[in-house]
């Protein structure tokens, strides 16, 4: 072991990675996406939207030390998954970090809960992770190989993090159906990638993420309620930050985070494991 291997600077470096982030113009995505750029990394962001991918792109690059490339594509449509890993593969070698993001949800009431949602989300934010990272897998395949050989004392290896929810670990408060079924999908596809590819040097993990300052607003507007009581089931009581979700996949990307495999971390100030008792009366 050398002791400068152990100092924050080298056990959190991403600099230098690529990295792509599907959904990356905006919320969480942008939020990973601003932590990769700001520590030094080559980051493609994706979205439908090719003008709010170039407006982040521009937001970005202007803050450093790294770069980000916008590349737009439909994620809902397999042909642009296809394309989207093409023009990746046509710009870079290999692809050191796939954060697969985007993501859409759906609410509605048991009654009127429509099938256009279960098609919808069960393609976007499982089947397309699928198909995205079957597509990557050359590239992370090559990641793997430039960091090590089996059977070395270390192999820097390359990573798969799926952003999911706490709606995929424990049932909703509220009725999210299609929603909640493909995250728990994804948190086991996430495993499944895990057991299989860690053969070959490419780690998979869930980032479960819980309620970001996007959907608190909407869930209070939804809910008819006061963002009182949405962190009053959260334990630390408060809505996460883009700091909390940045720096969860900075550690799983960089050296800190390299042996861990096929976990499913809950960034959300404990709302998974919130005792009812203790959730206060408002
Ligand atoms: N916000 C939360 O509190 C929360 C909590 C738990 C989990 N999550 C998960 O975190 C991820 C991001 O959520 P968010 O709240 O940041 O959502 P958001 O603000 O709605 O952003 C979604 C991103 O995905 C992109 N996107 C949507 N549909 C797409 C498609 N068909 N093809 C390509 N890109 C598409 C959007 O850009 P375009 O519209 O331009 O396509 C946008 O960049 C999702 O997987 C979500 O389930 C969020």
Redesign the pocket.
Request: aromatic residues 6%; neutral net charge; proline residues 4%.
């Given at each position: 072991m050398s002791f400068s291997s152990m100092e924050i600077g080298s056990l959190f470096d991403v600099k230098d990675k690529v990295v792509l982030v599907?959904?990356?113009?905006?919320?969480?995505?942008k939020m990973i996406a601003t932590g990769f750029v700001r520590n030094g990394a080559t980051v493609y962001i994706?979205?439908?939207?090719a003008k709010?991918c170039a407006d982040t792109e521009k937001e970005l690059n202007a803050l450093g030390a790294g770069t980000c490339i916008a590349l737009p594509?439909?994620?809902?449509q397999l042909s642009e998954v296809e394309r989207l890993a093409k023009e990746l593969g046509a710009r870079e070698k290999v692809l050191h970090v796939l954060v697969n993001?985007?993501?859409?949800?759906w609410g509605d009431s048991v009654d009127d809960y429509p099938d256009a949602a279960w098609s919808k989300l069960l393609t976007?934010?499982l089947q397309r992770v699928f198909n995205l990272t079957q597509k990557c897998l050359p590239l992370l395949r090559a990641a793997a190989e430039q960091g090590g050989k089996v059977g070395e004392s270390y192999r820097d290896p390359a990573r798969i993090i799926n952003?999911?929810?706490?709606e995929g670990t424990h049932v909703p408060g509220h009725e999210t159906y299609a929603y909640a079924a493909s995250?728990a999908g994804l948190h086991h596809l996430s495993r499944d990638f895990a057991g299989r590819l860690g053969y070959e040097g490419i780690t998979s993990n869930t980032l479960a993420?819980?309620?970001?300052p996007?959907?608190y607003a909407l869930m209070a507007h939804t809910l008819e309620t006061t963002g009182d009581v949405i962190t009053a089931a959260v334990p630390l009581r408060r809505v996460g930050s883009p700091e909390d979700v940045a720096g969860t996949c900075i550690y799983l990307a960089s050296r800190a985070g390299a042996y861990v495999n096929g976990a499913t971390i809950h960034v959300d100030g404990g709302s998974v494991v919130a005792k009812p008792t203790f959730v206060p009366k408002l």
């Amino acid at each position: 072991m050398s002791f400068s291997s152990m100092e924050i600077g080298s056990l959190f470096d991403v600099k230098d990675k690529v990295v792509l982030v599907t959904g990356g113009s905006r919320g969480i995505g942008k939020m990973i996406a601003t932590g990769f750029v700001r520590n030094g990394a080559t980051v493609y962001i994706s979205s439908r939207s090719a003008k709010a991918c170039a407006d982040t792109e521009k937001e970005l690059n202007a803050l450093g030390a790294g770069t980000c490339i916008a590349l737009p594509a439909d994620m809902q449509q397999l042909s642009e998954v296809e394309r989207l890993a093409k023009e990746l593969g046509a710009r870079e070698k290999v692809l050191h970090v796939l954060v697969n993001n985007a993501g859409a949800a759906w609410g509605d009431s048991v009654d009127d809960y429509p099938d256009a949602a279960w098609s919808k989300l069960l393609t976007l934010n499982l089947q397309r992770v699928f198909n995205l990272t079957q597509k990557c897998l050359p590239l992370l395949r090559a990641a793997a190989e430039q960091g090590g050989k089996v059977g070395e004392s270390y192999r820097d290896p390359a990573r798969i993090i799926n952003i999911g929810s706490v709606e995929g670990t424990h049932v909703p408060g509220h009725e999210t159906y299609a929603y909640a079924a493909s995250k728990a999908g994804l948190h086991h596809l996430s495993r499944d990638f895990a057991g299989r590819l860690g053969y070959e040097g490419i780690t998979s993990n869930t980032l479960a993420c819980g309620t970001s300052p996007l959907n608190y607003a909407l869930m209070a507007h939804t809910l008819e309620t006061t963002g009182d009581v949405i962190t009053a089931a959260v334990p630390l009581r408060r809505v996460g930050s883009p700091e909390d979700v940045a720096g969860t996949c900075i550690y799983l990307a960089s050296r800190a985070g390299a042996y861990v495999n096929g976990a499913t971390i809950h960034v959300d100030g404990g709302s998974v494991v919130a005792k009812p008792t203790f959730v206060p009366k408002l």
